[in-house]
């Protein structure tokens, strides 16, 4: 594993239904980041993890939640999935998140539809 | 509030011609950074440069020039002499040192070079 790796690559997910996109990075990073990316708009933050065993809430966390057991996993979990989710969903992390210097690095994100 | 915002949604160029993708930013913070990301065809997002907001300097990195200028807000990105694969989506985003480690993303401008 070299940097960020997200999974699965893309994903058709009828509504209603639970669906878990997996974040792994190798960096020992800090703080890590879940955002949306949808036309128009450019990416969105839904949530993030400034350390292990700490989360927050973005821009767009309605509908989503996260966990960060560890330093290498972020996992983000869309409970009941509804169309407007559709999306393409990338995860990033830095070094830490406490402080807006650092730059964040982006795994190679998960398409996600939702029919 | 923080925002930011790339008016130019999609540019097409012929190959060596100029070409600059503008940024403009709002924030109340006196402590702010500015980061371009470019997201070529195959989707990752690639770090491209980072800028502090007590650093005016231009800076030149081969082809690529970022002009930073407080007085207008603005964060403006030039590639010099384009080239076709420099084809791609480029993000212009902004991190405050209030809100650590978020960054608030433009919509992204689309350059096609034609060649």
């Known amino acids: 594993i070299a940097g960020i790796t997200q999974a699965p690559t893309s994903q058709i997910l009828a509504a209603g239904r639970r669906m878990t996109l997996r974040c792994t990075q190798d960096?020992?990073?800090?703080?890590m980041y879940w955002y949306r990316q949808d036309l128009g708009l450019g990416l969105r933050l839904i949530h993030y993890?400034?350390?292990?065993?700490?989360?927050g809430k973005g821009e767009v966390p309605d509908g989503y939640s996260v966990s960060r057991a560890n330093t290498d996993d972020f996992p983000l979990t869309l409970a009941s999935a509804v169309p407007s989710q559709t999306s393409v969903y990338f995860c990033?992390?830095?070094?830490?998140?406490?402080?807006?210097?650092?730059?964040?690095?982006f795994g190679p994100g998960t398409r996600l539809t939702v029919l | 509030a923080q925002k930011v915002t790339q008016a130019q949604t999609e540019i097409s160029v012929v190959e060596k011609e100029d070409v600059t993708l503008d940024c403009v930013y709002e924030?109340?913070?006196?402590?702010?950074?500015l980061f371009w990301y470019k997201q070529p065809p195959s989707g990752e997002l690639v770090f491209l440069i980072r800028?502090?907001?007590?650093?005016?300097q231009n800076e030149i990195s081969g082809r690529y020039s970022w002009n930073f200028q407080k007085s207008t807000s603005s964060f403006n990105f030039t590639i010099t002499a384009s080239q076709v694969v420099d084809s791609a989506v480029y993000f212009c985003?902004?991190?405050?040192?209030?809100?650590?480690?978020?960054?608030?993303f433009g919509q992204g401008t689309t350059l096609q070079v034609k060649p």
């Open positions: 990033a992390s830095s070094v830490t998140g406490t402080s807006g210097n650092n730059e964040q690095f």
């Open positions: 960096m020992r990073h800090n703080a």
């Open positions: 993890s400034n350390t292990a065993g700490t989360t």
């Open positions: 924030t109340r913070d006196t402590t702010y950074y």
């Open positions: 800028r502090n907001s007590f650093d005016e």
């Open positions: 985003a902004l991190s405050e040192a209030s809100n650590t480690g978020k960054l608030i």
